[in-house]
C-alpha cells in the first residue's frame, strides 16, 4: 500500500465544514414528537415553534438550523455529522480508499460525549427514527424534583406572546427591555425541549444569547 488510510485534509474540511453551519445557532429537530417547527406566516424569514399546550414562539431562521433527528442529544447529532461528511467530497474518498467504517464523536463536555459507528458502506441506506421515538423530556411537562420544579415551566407560565411590532416612539433598548422576558422565557422552554433538563440548566445556557 501507499502507508496512509486517507488524506486527513478532505476529512477535516469536511468536519470543519459541519460544524461552521451548527456553530452559534440554534438547533431545531425537524422529527420531534412533541415540537413542531415551520416557517412563519405572520413575520418574514422567522420560524414558528409550537410545542405542546399550543405554546408558540418565534425565532430569526438565520439564527436556526433545522436538523433531520428526533433530539438534539450528542448521540443523534453524532449520527447527522456522519451522514453529513459521507455527503461531502469526504464521502467518495473514504470509499475510494475502502475504509471500512467511519466513526463521529459528538464532546457535550470534558469527559462527556457519545459516538457514533458505522459501516462507510451503509451510507444511503433508510435511517428514518421510528414514530414511537419519544423525547427524553416534553417541553411542557413538569418535573418532580423541587430544585428541578423552580427552574421548570408550566404551560400557563410559558405562554409565550409574539412581540409586539415596534412602535416609532420607543427607542431600540426600550423594545428590548420590553421583550426580554418574553424572549428569555421562550428561550429556555426551547432549550429544554431539545436538550433535557440537565442540559439546558448549564450555566452557560442561562440566558439568551442575544
Not at 6 to 24: E, Q, S, W, Y
Not at 58 to 75: F, G, K, N, R, S
Not at 177 to 197: H, I, R, T
Request: charged content about 20%; overall charge negative; glycine content about 6%.
Amino acid at each position: 500500500g501507499d502507508g496512509y488510510v486517507i488524506d486527513f485534509g478532505i476529512l477535516k474540511k469536511a468536519i470543519r465544514g459541519v460544524c461552521a453551519k451548527l456553530h452559534t445557532r440554534t438547533l431545531l429537530p425537524t422529527r420531534s414528537s412533541v415540537m413542531k417547527v415551520e416557517q412563519s406566516k405572520a413575520v418574514p424569514n422567522h420560524l414558528e415553534i409550537t410545542c405542546e399546550g399550543n405554546v408558540k414562539m418565534l425565532i430569526p431562521a438565520e439564527d436556526c438550523v433545522l436538523v433531520p433527528i428526533a433530539h438534539t442529544t450528542a448521540e443523534e447529532l453524532g449520527e447527522y455529522i456522519w451522514d453529513e461528511i459521507m455527503r461531502s467530497a469526504a464521502g467518495p474518498a473514504l470509499v475510494q480508499r475502502k475504509v471500512e467504517w467511519l466513526e463521529v464523536t459528538v464532546h457535550e463536555r470534558v469527559g462527556q460525549a457519545a459516538s457514533y459507528r458505522a459501516a462507510v458502506s451503509s451510507f444511503g441506506s433508510s435511517k428514518v427514527l421510528p414514530s414511537s421515538h419519544s423525547a427524553p423530556r416534553p417541553c411542557m411537562q413538569a418535573t418532580s424534583s423541587e430544585d428541578e420544579m423552580q427552574l421548570s415551566v408550566t404551560s400557563t407560565q410559558m405562554a409565550v406572546e409574539p412581540p409586539p411590532l415596534p412602535v416609532v416612539a420607543r427607542t431600540r433598548s426600550q423594545q428590548a427591555e420590553d421583550m426580554s422576558p418574553s424572549a428569555e422565557a421562550g428561550f429556555k422552554q426551547v432549550l429544554n425541549a431539545c436538550l433535557g433538563f440537565e442540559e439546558a440548566s448549564r450555566p452557560e445556557m442561562r440566558k439568551t444569547p442575544f
